[in-house]
């Protein structure tokens, strides 16, 4: 079997995988140094100057606009077919473990620490050498993203989160999850547990709301994929997707909706 990256086939062959407006704001806003490792620049009239002297332009969220040559030219994933994919990074460990000793520093060591050392890993990983004291030390902060014409869209900072890690242990938490969710791109199965999970990093609001009748909102997204109906066809089945439904929503029970929070989103 040969393999080839899913993304690059999505972004190349489909036309359908662009950079999205959070990740704009985020990359762009802190001046981040992963930004030409992860997107390729823009030719688009409509694309933006960033601090690598290179274009870049995203894709709203949610928008109801058919596939078109505007949103084509807006920057691909800087992903070829031989790009391995991967579902865990060390990266990634760094940030787990800097979560819990926020929680719990006797058990699991220096949260600053741990923090730093999960961005100095993803630069790494990343091929980045830029200095991550620098970069968490520069106060910058996420930028709106907007671009006017066809399909304009305008969007605030969806963030005034610094790389600096300081103020409380909640804006610190914000902290860690903007980090960790920036680190585990292009993973985006991971980034949206992440995001369902702990509230961060603040996202873009989808334009559109097309799953209103399943119970999502702008503002709380899906939470989860609804069962199929094929897991219910039979009487065995039945019993075992009743069960399920009772695990829903923190074990209170719940609808097979999108909007139905599993057993661990349960912060409000």
Not at 170 to 188: D, H, S, T, V, Y
Request: hydrophobic share 35%; net charge neutral; with cysteine.
């Amino acid at each position: 079997m040969v393999f080839r990256n899913n993304i690059e086939w999505l972004a190349n062959q489909y036309n359908e995988c662009r950079m999205g407006s959070s990740m704009f704001s985020y990359l762009l806003g802190y001046q981040d140094p992963r930004l030409s490792a992860y997107f390729e620049a823009s030719p688009s009239a409509y694309a933006v100057a960033a601090f690598d002297g290179k274009n870049y332009q995203a894709v709203p969220p949610g928008n109801a606009n058919q596939q078109n040559t505007i949103y084509t030219d807006f920057s691909k994933p800087n992903i070829t077919s031989n790009t391995p994919t991967y579902w865990m990074r060390a990266s990634e460990v760094y940030f787990l473990r800097a979560e819990a000793a926020l929680v719990w520093p006797a058990d699991f060591g220096n949260a600053a620490e741990l923090y730093k050392q999960g961005i100095e890993m993803s630069f790494q990983e990343n091929g980045v050498t830029t200095s991550v004291d620098t970069y968490m030390n520069s106060n910058k902060v996420p930028v709106k993203h907007e671009f006017t014409g066809s399909y304009a869209c305008s969007f605030p900072a969806p963030s005034t989160a610094t790389a600096k890690f300081e103020g409380s242990t909640e804006q610190k938490l914000e902290k860690i999850i903007i980090q960790k969710w920036i680190a585990l791109f292009p993973n985006g199965q991971e980034a949206w547990t992440e995001w369902r999970r702990t509230g961060y990093p603040k996202l873009n609001p989808v334009m559109v709301n097309n799953g209103s009748s399943q119970g999502a909102t702008k503002e709380s997204g899906v939470r989860r994929m609804i069962y199929p109906t094929s897991f219910y066809q039979t009487e065995d089945g039945q019993a075992i997707y009743n069960a399920a439904l009772l695990l829903l929503n923190n074990g209170q029970g719940g609808e097979d909706k999108s909007s139905t929070r599993l057993w661990w989103d349960c912060k409000r």
